[in-house]
């Protein structure tokens, strides 16, 4: 796999937007129309949505020609653009993904919070140690007599608690399928009676709850302890991005697919245990998660904390580590260090961001974009589809929505951070004459918070847009 942004050619910057904006070849339009059209006069060639969609299967070349943004003209307004009226300051790194040239830097090698930036680390992680077409199983296995069963937790936080949508990455995998086919396999092997159900939710190990989170993060629902099995990425419904969560999820999902047996005929004792799962017997049923990387993308695209901390722990399982919280933000940093990102400088506390003491420079994170523009047919390069795109999806879609920023929808695809005194930014963007140009903000110690600086963090986006 490409480890270093000189190696991107112009047809590989065709691969980057196509793999990055045409996941499927058909939805180029969205990705760069503006949700405004009337408000854009003159649009660059580079910029132009195209007028067709029917038999659209990649775009245009980005010309090797293109000129280099004018870099005195650049700093200036960036540097204008990154001044804030309250406390705080503003980093931020710009390179050439073609030539690998730093464009602009403004504390760029000053190690800052990154919050949910982070998850770009553990994005990568994932991809390349678990491979992105990996699937996690959740199984029923056979217990220590014919009435026991062990439902065995294999790092899927996604499951559903119905039948599973094979089109969907939350809820791919549901535990009314696997109570169905577990209902077939008792039935098979002569089982009757209510079953006792026990739980193996030993994949991760340690404290379920990182010292790193603050109490009022945990009550306020940003992250929960986190379990090898888990419904609906440790909430109680779907969709539901806030509020309380459950605070053992591995029981909840134990007692949902209780409920599930019921449902499919099979009974069981009032009583659900943990088990570690030692005498274990055959496969009676089994579910698999969407791939690793649907995962991925998923986490980037609603900045899901959840799901970030599970898949550092399976990359923990992966390399044979303790797949605790230490062992997990270990792992991360053991593999972004083999992918040739230098962690010297970078603190790292949890795979999610949320942790207290992270610490990593706008230009470190630049590098770890640059080497999933070098090739994005590598399995790293499968996290870009599930970047944000600004004014349009994921934790970017209300953004960019309004003048001046407008200008920068549907261009600019960034992973956003946001903690109490923390905005962050890091991505790509087409600029106005068809350069690819990658960057990270990051704002620290804002007074009026990361909603009121959000507006520093987008005007410099949009002035690269428009470079």
């Known amino acids: 796999m490409g480890r270093t942004s000189k190696a991107v050619t112009s047809g590989l910057l065709i691969c980057a937007l196509a793999a990055v904006t045409v996941p499927v070849g058909l939805n180029l339009l969205p990705a760069f129309l503006p949700q405004d059209p009337a408000a854009v006069a003159v649009v660059p060639a580079a910029q132009l949505a195209p ?35 309250g406390a705080g300051t503003f980093s931020m790194y710009v390179s050439d993904v073609s030539s690998g040239k730093a464009l602009f830097s403004q504390d760029g090698q000053v190690a800052r919070t990154p919050a949910s930036n982070l998850k770009l680390l553990t994005a990568a992680a994932a991809l390349d140690t678990l491979g992105p077409g990996t699937r996690l199983p959740t199984q029923v296995l056979a217990g220590a007599t014919a009435n026991d069963i062990v439902l065995r937790g294999g790092g899927d936080t996604m499951l559903g608690a119905g039948e599973g949508d094979p089109e969907a990455t939350l809820g791919h995998a549901g535990l009314a399928d696997l109570a169905a086919e577990t209902a077939t396999a008792l039935a098979a092997a002569g089982v009757k009676g209510p079953v006792t159900l026990k739980v193996d939710d030993t994949l991760f190990t340690g404290a379920a709850l990182n010292p790193q989170w603050t109490e009022g993060d945990v009550e306020a629902g940003e992250i929960a302890p986190i379990f090898p099995l888990a419904l609906n990425v440790g909430r109680y419904e779907p969709g539901v991005l806030s509020g309380p969560r459950p605070q053992d999820s591995a029981m909840t999902a134990a007692q949902t697919f209780s409920d599930a047996l019921a449902d499919a005929g099979v009974a ?11 005498g274990a017997g055959a496969v009676l049923a089994s579910v698999d998660s969407a791939t690793v990387a649907e995962q991925v993308q998923y986490m980037l695209s609603e900045s899901d904390n959840y799901v970030a901390e599970a898949l550092g722990r399976m990359v923990a399982v992966k390399l044979g580590s303790a797949a605790s919280n230490a062992g997990s933000v270990a792992a991360v940093r053991q593999v972004a260090e083999a992918l040739g990102l230098s962690m010297d400088g970078v603190l790292t506390t949890d795979n999610c961001g949320l942790g207290v003491g992270n610490l990593i420079s706008s230009e470190r994170l630049v590098a770890l974009i640059l080497l999933m523009l070098a090739d994005p047919s590598s399995d790293i390069g499968q996290a870009l589809p599930g970047l944000p795109i600004a004014g349009l999806s994921g934790s970017l879609s209300q953004r960019f929505v309004t003048a001046p920023d407008l200008a920068g929808a549907g261009l600019v695809r960034a992973k956003t951070g946001s903690l109490n005194e923390v905005t962050a930014l890091s991505g790509y963007v087409i600029n106005s004459h068809g350069r690819l140009l990658a960057f990270s903000i990051l704002g620290n110690g804002l007074s009026g918070g990361a909603g009121a600086a959000r507006p520093v963090v987008d005007d410099a986006a949009t002035i690269l847009a428009q470079s």
């Open 51 to 85: 007028t067709s969609i029917s038999t659209l299967s990649g775009i245009s070349p980005l010309s090797a020609e293109a000129p280099l943004p004018d870099t005195a003209k650049l700093s200036a307004e960036l540097s204008q653009a990154l001044k804030y009226d």
């Open 268 to 278: 069981t004792t009032d009583l659900i245990s943990r088990t570690t799962g030692a």
